[in-house]
Protein backbone atom coordinates (compact mmCIF):
# COMPACT_ATOMS: atom_id res chain seq x y z
CA UNK A 1 0.00 0.00 0.00
CA UNK A 2 0.95 3.42 -0.49
CA UNK A 3 0.20 6.44 1.26
CA UNK A 4 0.03 10.17 -0.46
CA UNK A 5 -0.40 13.23 0.49
CA UNK A 6 -1.21 16.62 -1.33
CA UNK A 7 -0.05 19.92 -0.41
CA UNK A 8 0.39 23.40 -2.80
CA UNK A 9 -2.57 24.54 -3.26
CA UNK A 10 -3.96 28.29 -2.59
CA UNK A 11 -6.35 31.05 -3.53
CA UNK A 12 -4.62 32.94 -6.32
CA UNK A 13 -5.61 34.98 -9.40
CA UNK A 14 -5.92 34.41 -12.66
CA UNK A 15 -2.68 34.75 -14.99
CA UNK A 16 -0.81 33.20 -11.77
CA UNK A 17 1.27 29.98 -11.34
CA UNK A 18 1.26 27.46 -8.46
CA UNK A 19 3.12 23.87 -7.83
CA UNK A 20 1.09 21.01 -6.23
CA UNK A 21 3.16 18.00 -4.60
CA UNK A 22 2.15 14.71 -4.44
CA UNK A 23 4.45 12.81 -1.66
CA UNK A 24 4.24 9.29 -1.54
CA UNK A 25 5.12 6.95 1.32
CA UNK A 26 5.13 3.48 1.78
CA UNK A 27 5.48 0.66 -1.21
CA UNK A 28 7.80 1.79 -3.55
CA UNK A 29 7.25 4.93 -5.06
CA UNK A 30 8.59 3.97 -8.32
CA UNK A 31 6.83 1.01 -8.98
CA UNK A 32 3.36 3.61 -9.84
CA UNK A 33 2.64 5.19 -12.79
CA UNK A 34 0.79 8.22 -11.01
CA UNK A 35 -2.13 11.06 -12.02
CA UNK A 36 -3.62 14.32 -11.21
CA UNK A 37 -7.13 14.25 -10.86
CA UNK A 38 -9.30 17.15 -9.86
CA UNK A 39 -12.89 17.46 -8.54
CA UNK A 40 -14.87 20.73 -8.51
CA UNK A 41 -18.12 21.01 -6.72
CA UNK A 42 -21.33 19.44 -8.76
CA UNK A 43 -19.25 17.91 -10.94
CA UNK A 44 -17.50 14.66 -11.39
CA UNK A 45 -13.68 13.82 -10.82
CA UNK A 46 -11.63 14.65 -13.99
CA UNK A 47 -8.61 13.36 -15.20
CA UNK A 48 -5.80 16.25 -15.31
CA UNK A 49 -2.59 14.37 -16.28
CA UNK A 50 -0.29 11.39 -15.80
CA UNK A 51 3.05 10.18 -15.78
CA UNK A 52 4.47 6.83 -16.32
CA UNK A 53 7.15 4.81 -13.84
CA UNK A 54 10.25 6.35 -15.15
CA UNK A 55 8.92 9.72 -16.58
CA UNK A 56 9.23 8.53 -20.08
CA UNK A 57 5.99 9.46 -20.80
CA UNK A 58 3.03 11.92 -19.36
CA UNK A 59 -0.02 12.86 -20.42
CA UNK A 60 -2.76 15.62 -20.45
CA UNK A 61 -6.36 16.36 -20.51
CA UNK A 62 -6.83 19.26 -23.40
CA UNK A 63 -7.91 21.77 -21.34
CA UNK A 64 -4.38 21.96 -19.41
CA UNK A 65 -2.15 21.13 -22.23
CA UNK A 66 0.69 23.54 -22.63
CA UNK A 67 -0.25 25.60 -18.93
CA UNK A 68 0.46 22.36 -16.67
CA UNK A 69 3.33 19.90 -15.98
CA UNK A 70 3.68 16.79 -14.45
CA UNK A 71 6.68 15.77 -13.38
CA UNK A 72 8.20 13.41 -10.53
CA UNK A 73 11.31 13.00 -8.24
CA UNK A 74 11.42 9.14 -7.68
CA UNK A 75 14.43 9.57 -5.61
CA UNK A 76 12.29 12.17 -3.25
CA UNK A 77 8.98 9.85 -3.75
CA UNK A 78 7.64 13.06 -4.55
CA UNK A 79 5.16 14.08 -7.79
CA UNK A 80 4.83 17.66 -8.93
CA UNK A 81 2.09 19.60 -11.03
CA UNK A 82 3.74 23.12 -12.06
CA UNK A 83 0.22 25.21 -13.02
CA UNK A 84 0.60 28.62 -15.01
CA UNK A 85 -1.59 30.95 -16.84
CA UNK A 86 -4.25 29.56 -14.33
CA UNK A 87 -7.84 30.34 -15.09
CA UNK A 88 -11.16 30.53 -12.78
CA UNK A 89 -12.16 26.71 -14.22
CA UNK A 90 -9.60 25.20 -12.65
CA UNK A 91 -11.11 26.14 -9.59
CA UNK A 92 -11.14 22.23 -7.85
CA UNK A 93 -9.86 20.00 -5.30
CA UNK A 94 -6.83 18.48 -6.62
CA UNK A 95 -6.15 14.76 -6.01
CA UNK A 96 -2.92 12.67 -6.51
CA UNK A 97 -3.06 8.71 -7.40
CA UNK A 98 -1.37 5.85 -7.58
CA UNK A 99 -1.91 3.00 -10.40
CA UNK A 100 -0.43 -0.24 -10.90
CA UNK A 101 -1.82 -0.18 -14.29
CA UNK A 102 0.27 -0.30 -17.50
CA UNK A 103 0.58 3.11 -19.49
CA UNK A 104 -1.26 6.04 -18.09
CA UNK A 105 -4.88 5.29 -17.41
CA UNK A 106 -7.88 8.45 -17.71
CA UNK A 107 -10.31 6.92 -15.70
CA UNK A 108 -10.41 7.24 -11.89
CA UNK A 109 -11.39 3.91 -11.56
CA UNK A 110 -7.74 2.30 -12.81
CA UNK A 111 -5.79 4.16 -9.75
CA UNK A 112 -5.48 2.29 -6.78
CA UNK A 113 -4.32 4.76 -3.94
CA UNK A 114 -5.56 8.22 -3.88
CA UNK A 115 -4.41 11.38 -1.64
CA UNK A 116 -7.08 13.70 0.27
CA UNK A 117 -6.53 16.32 -1.82
CA UNK A 118 -5.64 20.03 -1.82
CA UNK A 119 -8.04 22.79 -3.15
CA UNK A 120 -7.08 25.16 -5.62
CA UNK A 121 -8.92 28.38 -6.00
CA UNK A 122 -8.67 30.98 -9.11
CA UNK A 123 -10.31 34.26 -9.21
CA UNK A 124 -10.76 36.31 -11.95
Known amino acids: QVQLGESGGGLVQAGDSLRLSCAASGRTFSNYAMGWFRQAPGKEREFVAG????????RYSDSVKGRFTISRDNTKNTLYLQMNSLKPEDTAKYHC?????????????????WGQGTQVTVSS
Open 51 to 58: ITRGSSST
Open 97 to 113: AATTAIGIPTTSSRYNY
